[in-house]
């Protein structure tokens, strides 16, 4: 069974619009964080944005934040305003275990791109 | 600050050639790995390190050896290159709570 599904092979968004990309994933381990890559056409992975586990609240980094549902098992990425330069592959990934494991399972990524 | 360096980034073998891939991370990490990205697929991991003189196997270690003499340098060696073996391939450093820290890729083909 996979860990981490992202269901959205591609989106279109226009600039400036909101865009939430979609991760569910599985795991029994009751200690595990959830991430967010981006990887523009130029190949290099980019952190965006952390979830733990057991973090009260959703996580925010600028423009980004998670939409984190425990319970659903979910941990949509949104990203506000969008821009040109949003347009990228998304992968989500989850770390299973303590803080300091870092084992990561990807999902199979999003194509994100932003029309002007 | 450099980051995580990978070298080379291009390289093109032939079935049954050997081969290192080098990474070097100057943030004084004590995690690193590697990954691998197939065309239309996220990352799966090859090999990982917790600390010099300490390796394990990921998700897909076959055809791979690894080794860290050192705490800067995690190289993957493919000691029988085969087309399989083709892909992207990603070296990743972290510490503590921290999140991975990836190098820029080296693409390899195997002919």
């Known amino acids: 069974a996979q860990k981490i599904t992202q269901t959205q092979p591609g989106m279109f968004v226009q600039e400036k619009e909101a865009v939430t990309l979609d991760c569910t994933y599985d795991?029994?381990?009751?200690?595990?964080?959830l991430f967010w890559y981006k990887q523009p056409s130029s190949g290099e992975m980019i952190f965006l944005i952390y979830q733990g586990s057991y973090d009260q609240q959703n996580a925010t980094e600028g423009r980004y934040s998670l939409n984190f549902q425990k319970a659903r098992k979910s941990a949509n990425l949104v990203i506000s305003a969008s821009q040109l330069g949003d347009s990228a592959m998304y992968f989500c990934?989850?770390?299973?275990?303590?803080?300091?494991?870092?084992?990561?399972?990807f999902g199979q990524g999003t194509r994100l791109t932003i029309n002007p | 600050n450099a980051g995580v360096t990978q070298t080379p980034k291009f390289q093109v073998l032939k079935t049954g050639q050997s081969m290192t891939l080098q990474c070097a991370q100057d943030?004084?990490?004590?995690?690193m790995s590697w990954y691998r990205q197939d065309p239309g697929m996220g990352l799966r991991l090859i090999h990982y390190s917790v600390g010099a003189g300490i390796t394990d196997q990921g998700e897909v270690p076959n055809g791979y050896n690894v080794s860290r003499s050192t705490t800067e340098d995690f190289p993957l060696r493919l000691l029988s290159a085969a087309p399989s073996q083709t892909s992207v391939y990603f070296c990743?450093?972290?510490?503590?709570?921290?999140?991975?820290?990836f190098g820029d890729g080296t693409r390899l083909s195997i002919l």
């Open positions: 990934a989850m770390r299973e275990g303590f803080q300091g494991a870092q084992k990561l399972v």
């Open positions: 943030m004084n990490h004590e995690y």
């Open positions: 795991t029994s381990d009751p200690s595990y964080g």
């Open positions: 990743a450093s972290k510490t503590g709570k921290g999140p991975q820290h």
